[in-house]
């Protein structure tokens, strides 16, 4: 039905919950109040009648005024998903985000989370039959549209934060202009927080435009005079100083990821702490936010500053330490102070060297606009920019460019594929993605097996794409089975897909490693993996014994539940589910076949230099200081290319060159590979197998 304002807000002041019959908690109706002053409320007629009159409608907001959570809601309360039977869905490019938004509206909605609202991101699915309102990544959403092309269990899909232009939500706009040209009941909503609003008005058939504006204060900025060499240090130094001498107000720092957020952390409780006794500051309430922080830990951002230590004392004072969830996905009130070292991390993706990679990049102007805004929130701010003026001016991009041009395409290539679209060349995308990226992709794809002669789905492709993680670890997974050790390389896909389970804090960097080196198994990263699992699993008392052992407890649980789902995912795929036996010498050779299976184009020879070479790339790379393998063994496989002044390659196993003519004599073509040290050694493997006749060696499968 068409709903207006004014019946909605009816509804909402009702004394019951249309959804679940029950009486109105006093929270909801405290809450309500709050929401009525959002900006969005007061254009909800005009929102509505855009909605109403088109099919897609672009909204753009200044982060806070309320689009993410009371948009979806609207929503709700104009096609009734209850009764309907078609859900609302709104996309995330975060997955902190997607939970943490999920949660505050199951608050104001006065429903259980996960029941009538929930969320969905990979690997973990909080919704239920009951779900009528679903905040999901935007990768879950196009998984969902490979299996229901239509979207047909939707009436309303919402794509928020499209300005962040990632990789998924670009895909995901495309095919809401296929989808709509077919349904004509199913309504979408493109929301922002800043954007270029003429190109997506336009890209979305002339869509109409609502401007939410802001309510914000005035930030004023500062520069540093000279730039800096450590830019956690100098946030640190920022932070404390700002406590020291700054009125009340809290403090939002912007880092790159986990493992400098916990570090910024754990320096600022200490220094702070020496702050408070000596200079008699306020307390202060550290928190960190970055995207696997557990969802109780995640809602700590929104506790409000301690109380001064003694009444009328020095004001308490909360500091928020958070990756770029915060620039305009989240919003916490109360910031005042904002810190901006001018850095993100970023995919960046070379398609000469097929290496895909998360790189600490500057940042864009239009990024640092974003983090000054979020201290004009309440009142007026201040934003401490930790560059120069000349470099914000000068070397700072306007822009960010979209994922799209900038990523390893396999993954989202094979899923369109699934989807049926197979022109994807002529896919009408925002901004097309460039011809040698879609065809390093094509290549990938065809190498794993997954696309035929004709770049269509093979039956492994088929599989793969079942996975929810990469073509190449789908692979291996699959392949597993030609070697019988699906039990084991289940496992270890597990631990590849969570963070780093090795912890080696600052102050314990020996003990840690000593405790590493007790799971360390000689062939490789890959194997002292499965041992840590395997390990993790025979223990009696998890936590404690995590804690002891310098490993994430986080991780390991989270790897157990991933684990689950990729053996389910298998089991309906029809691969079986073996292990070798375990006294069998081919026990772990066949595992490291399997791991060749899927990463066979991930592989590097030692050249006598000492340095490896990449195989067909060429590129110079180290082994990873976190590897386990102290000898150089002269070819490995290897799972991740890092990034930074030197190129690494991390979580490393040995193999065999004999393993790679055999398992992917495709690949190893060797007429078709530039010369390096390592082709002559398979050019005179290969010359003695066809001198020996064609005989393979068997492989063991006799335990199967
Ligand atoms: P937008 O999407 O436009 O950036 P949101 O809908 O995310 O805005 O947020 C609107 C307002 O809701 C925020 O200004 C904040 O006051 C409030 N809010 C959102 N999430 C929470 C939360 N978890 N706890 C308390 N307040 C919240
Ligand atoms: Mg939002």
């Known amino acids: 039905g068409q709903t207006t304002a004014a019946q909605q807000e009816a509804v909402e002041d009702s004394s019951h919950n249309g959804l679940t019959g029950a009486a109105y908690s006093s929270r909801y109706k405290s809450i309500l109040a709050k929401r009525r002053d959002l900006p969005v409320n007061k254009q909800r ?17 200044e982060t806070g005024s309320g689009k993410t959570t009371q948009i979806p809601q609207y929503m709700v309360y104009d096609l009734l998903p209850q009764v309907e039977g078609k859900m609302i869905a709104c996309t995330q490019p975060r997955r902190v985000a997607a939970m943490s938004v999920a949660q505050r509206v199951s608050e104001e909605m006065d429903v259980k989370l996960g029941q009538e609202v929930g969320y969905s991101i990979r690997f973990e699915d909080c919704t239920s039959s009951k779900t009528v309102l679903k905040y999901c990544t935007d990768g879950m959403l196009l998984r969902e549209a490979m299996s229901d092309n239509m979207l047909s269990r939707y009436s309303a899909i919402i794509l928020d934060e499209a300005h962040e232009r990632t990789l998924n939500t670009d895909i995901l706009m495309s095919l809401m202009k296929t989808i709509a040209l077919k349904r004509k009941d199913i309504k979408i909503v493109v929301m922002s ?33 000279e730039p800096e060499r450590d830019y956690l240090e100098a946030a640190i130094k920022t932070a404390l100083q700002i406590h020291a001498t700054e009125p009340e107000g809290d403090i939002l720092v912007f880092l790159t990821g986990e493992e400098e957020i ?69 919003t916490i009130d109360g910031i005042v102070y904002v810190i901006d070292p001018g850095f993100s991390k970023q995919k960046v993706y070379n398609p000469r060297v097929r290496v895909e990679s998360l790189l600490v990049s500057p940042i864009s102007r239009a990024a640092a606009q974003q983090r000054a805004g979020r201290a004009g929130r309440t009142r007026p701010g201040k934003c401490f920019r930790l560059y120069t003026e000349k470099s914000y001016n000068n070397d700072l991009i306007e822009q960010t460019y979209p994922e799209i041009l900038r990523s390893n395409l396999g993954s989202i290539v094979l899923q369109l594929k699934k989807l049926g679209v197979n022109d994807l060349v002529h896919l009408d995308l925002m901004d097309p993605c460039a011809p040698e990226v879609l065809m390093r992709a094509l290549e990938l794809l ?36 030609d070697y019988g050790c699906t039990n084991e390389v289940l496992s270890i896909a597990a631990m590849l897909s969570v963070p780093n389970v090795f912890l080696r804090p600052r102050e314990a960097q020996r003990r840690a490693d000593q405790a590493k080196a007790e799971f360390a198994h000689m062939d490789g990263d890959h194997l002292t993996l499965l041992n840590v699992y395997h390990a993790y699993k025979g223990c009696t008392q998890p936590d404690k014994w995590c804690w002891d052992n310098y490993l994430q407890y986080r ?32 026990y772990y050779p066949n595992i490291r076949r399997a791991l060749t299976a899927g990463y066979f184009m991930q592989v590097a020879h030692l050249e006598r230099g000492g340095q490896y070479l990449t195989i067909k790339d ?32 991390r979580t490393v196993s040995e193999v065999r060159p004999e393993w790679l003519l055999e398992i992917a004599p495709h690949y190893y073509d060797l007429s078709s590979f530039p010369p390096c040290e390592g082709k002559r ?15 393979k060696p068997k492989k063991d499968r006799s335990e199967k």
């Not at 599989?463 to 990469?470: A, C, L």
């Open 45 to 61: 007629q005009g929102f509505l009648d855009l909605v109403h009159n088109n099919q897609f409608v672009v909204l753009v907001g």
């Open 193 to 225: 927080a800043t954007l270029d609003s003429e190109k997506f008005q336009k890209y979305f058939y002339d869509a109409p435009l609502l401007t939410v504006p802001g309510r914000t204060f005035p930030v004023e900025v500062y520069y540093t005079p």
């Open 262 to 330: 916990e570090e910024a952390c754990r320096l600022l409780s200490a220094r702070g702490d020496e702050l408070i006794r000596r200079a008699n500051c306020g307390p202060l309430l550290i928190v960190p936010l970055y995207s696997t922080l557990p969802p109780n830990m995640q809602q700590r951002i929104f506790h409000k500053a301690p109380e001064p230590r003694t009444p009328g004392g020095a004001p308490g004072r909360k500091i928020v330490v958070s990756t770029n969830v915060a620039e305009t996905s989240l």
């Open 446 to 481: 065809h190498y794993l097996g997954a696309l035929d002669d004709d770049a269509n789905l093979t039956p492994i492709g088929h599989m793969i794409s079942d996975f929810p993680i990469d073509p190449q670890l789908a692979k291996m997974i699959i392949s597993a089975a």
């Open 555 to 586: 991780s390991l649980k989270s790897a157990d539940s991933i684990r689950e789902q990729l053996r389910r995912v298998a089991a309906k795929c029809d691969i079986p589910l073996v292990s070798n036996n375990f006294s069998s010498p081919d």
């Open 618 to 649: 060429n590129q110079l790379v180290l082994l990873h200081p976190s590897s386990v393998l102290e000898r150089k063994p002269e070819w490995v496989v290897y799972n991740e290319f890092v990034l930074t002044k030197r190129h690494y390659i």
């Open 681 to 695: 050694v398979l050019e005179k493997l290969a010359l003695r197998n066809a001198v020996v006749g064609d005989k």
